[in-house]
């Protein structure tokens, strides 16, 4: 399978202690991959380097076998940040606000949405399933139905790769199943790889093909249903 993003001898720390401390990751495409580990083991830390929100002290992430402070292609990684929805409740805007705010390096700076964009908006808030409120504030709609909306919101530059951070927290059991079936179908028929840090352990047994255990400063393979 082919090498999506990879991390190679990766070190990094907020001050002189790192928080990772030369670590090894390596996700192909087309995988499910489930990230697991203690309150403040280095989980979102360890995606903001994914995503090159944050610089390596050593060592090289790759996007497509490109260093990722180099690609030009980081509009082909959908993120969902860990506060995305707390933040999102007591924020001012639509909906489709939402969706189309991620468009804007493709619309140009101060120039308007086309028809395009807008067609595009709506077919990501079909694929979540929330078609029916583009123009919702967002504060007025459920937990599972925010996450949903960051997920159309992630998903309308058409990622090659959507990386989630504790996308469950706060929600239902059921909007929880809900979101893991949408995940999966992503996988599977939009061929959309996946990374979601989790603290469900039981759940992204289920649904991934590799699980990484952050732990120690490390981060270790702890189950590829791939490789056995
Ligand atoms: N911006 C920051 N500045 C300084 N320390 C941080 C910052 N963000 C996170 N940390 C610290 O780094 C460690 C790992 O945090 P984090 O990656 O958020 O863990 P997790 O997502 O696993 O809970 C924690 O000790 C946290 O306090
Ligand atoms: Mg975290």
């Given amino acids: 399978m082919k090498n999506i993003i990879s991390i190679e001898n990766v070190s990094f720390g907020y001050n002189k202690d790192n928080i990772l401390n030369d670590i090894m990751l390596s996700i192909d495409e ?3 991959v489930g990230i697991v580990g203690c309150n403040g083991s280095g989980k979102s830390t360890l995606l903001k380097l994914l995503i090159g929100q944050l610089n390596p002290s050593k060592g090289k992430v790759k996007f497509f076998n490109e260093e990722i402070s ?11 940040s ?32 086309k028809k395009e964009h807008k067609e595009k908006v709506k077919e990501s808030l079909k694929i979540v399933n929330m078609e029916d409120y583009p123009k919702r504030l967002i504060g ?22 959507l990386i989630l951070d504790e996308p469950t927290t706060g929600i239902d059991a059921a909007s929880e199943e809900q979101l893991y079936n949408l995940l999966e179908k992503l996988n599977k028929e939009s061929k959309i790889t996946i990374i979601i840090v ?16 952050v732990e120690n400063n490390s981060v270790s393979l702890i189950n590829g249903k791939d490789e056995v």
């Fill in 70 to 80: 180099k690609s030009n292609n980081l509009d082909k990684i959908g993120y969902v």
């Fill in 198 to 213: 989790s603290h469900d352990f039981a759940k992204i047994t289920k649904y991934t093909n590799k699980i990484f255990m």
């Fill in 30 to 32: 087309g995988d499910f």
């Fill in 140 to 161: 007025n709609l459920s937990g599972g139905q925010q996450q949903r909306v960051m997920i159309a919101r992630a998903l309308v530059s058409n990622p090659k790769i």
């Fill in 82 to 113: 860990q506060i995305s929805m707390s933040t999102g409740a007591s924020f001012p805007a639509t909906v489709e606000e939402i969706v189309m705010a991620n468009l804007y390096s493709k619309i140009g700076f101060l120039k308007f949405p």
